[in-house]
């Protein structure tokens, strides 16, 4: 158990609305990452960050935002939700310093209207 | 577009068989390559990781790389029920910041 929580598990909104998805961890981990998972793709990366104030882009970034204010929190942020982005997200930590040795949250389920 | 590439399957094997799954990748500058087990609705969790070309065993199984071929494999000996998953294969890039490229999976049914 890596020490990492999701919230809000679960999420319907309506298309538009602002999400803030959150991610804590107690470990003090310096990395963080959020993954998004959807049927035919796998996992594709959101965003990272490397440290408080210091995130960067993934793969699939556009229409999200995130924020790390303190280590322990990461958040993801759908400034306007749109049905393209109804999908299981995931958060992780990584056990080794920037290595792919990832442990994942239990994942947090966005459906939107 | 750095790609990986899995049979989505399912792959179906008997119980005490050995499951092979494969696993390609298009970067010729990756680094490092892992294998995540994942339950239907649960998270993935890390069950190998293999660094150097070659073959790394952990109990039942065991990961191969083959960076000239780029082509990395999961093999799981004496397979049981327990395994039915879906194994995802994840590629490090040569920039090392746990930024993982996912293929999209290959199911596993284990058939008593």
């Known amino acids: 158990d890596a020490g990492i929580t999701q919230s809000p598990r679960h999420k319907v909104t309506e298309t538009g609305t602002p999400v803030t998805l959150r991610c804590h961890q107690t470990e003090n981990h310096r990395y963080m990452y959020w993954y998004r998972q959807d049927p035919g793709h796998g996992l594709r990366l959101i965003h990272y960050s490397y440290g408080v104030k210091d995130t960067d882009k993934g793969e699939v970034s556009d229409g999200y935002s995130v924020s790390r204010s303190k280590t322990e929190d990461f958040l993801l942020t759908l400034e306007s939700a749109t049905s393209s982005q109804t999908s299981v997200y995931f958060c992780?930590?990584?056990?080794?310093?920037?290595?792919?040795?990832?442990?994942f949250g239990e994942g947090s389920r966005l459906t939107v209207l | 577009q750095k790609e990986v590439e899995q049979n989505s399957g399912p792959l179906s094997v008997p119980e005490g068989a050995i499951a092979s799954l494969n696993c390609t990748y298009s970067d010729r500058g990756s680094q490092s390559f892992f294998w995540y087990r994942q339950y239907s609705g649960k998270s993935p969790e890390l069950i190998m990781f293999i660094y150097s070309n070659g073959d790394k065993e952990d109990g039942r199984f065991t990961a191969q790389l083959n960076k000239a071929s780029q082509y990395v494999s999961l093999l799981i000996r004496d397979s049981q029920p327990s395994d039915s998953a879906t194994y995802l294969c994840?590629?490090?890039?040569?920039?090392?910041?746990?930024?993982?490229?996912f293929g999209q999976g290959t199911t596993l049914q284990v058939k008593p």
């Open positions: 994840a590629v490090n890039g040569s920039s090392n910041t746990g930024k993982l490229i």
């Open positions: 992780a930590i990584s056990a080794r310093r920037g290595t792919g040795e990832l442990f």
